[in-house]
């Protein structure tokens, strides 16, 4: 019999890598999304740009941009398994001016919404037809 050799959990749970917590934490669908985003300079470590390999324990703070919303968030938790959204919530603790922003973001395109303010979106299908009719020249 073979007999395993695991590290300490204490020992692994201390550090892990950014892109893996952030789709962990339920922050991005997938960890290509998660590196792509990190790359692109929409998450800061500390304050400042890193690449998705960058090892991240807890106390660590990060700031995320996802257009239109934004998060100031400092780390609680490390988990490498993603999990149910309220047990990802568990992972982070976000800033109360963030949370002040985001939900004044959501409040603000919710009244748009309602208000049938367009949001920056393609045409439909009718809207299409609109627009053939329009162009089109009368002969």
Known sequence: MHRRTEA????????????????????????????????????HVNGQRTKPGKEIGIGTQLSITKEPYAWDITIANLRAQRRPAPEAALLYVETAESLAKRQEEAGRRREERDLGIPADSRPNKRERRQIHRFKRPEG
């Open 8 to 43: 300490p959990a204490t020992e692994a749970a201390e550090r892990m890598r950014l892109d893996k917590w952030l789709w962990a934490a339920r922050f991005f669908k997938t960890r290509q999304l998660a590196i792509d985003a990190i790359n692109g300079g929409k998450v």
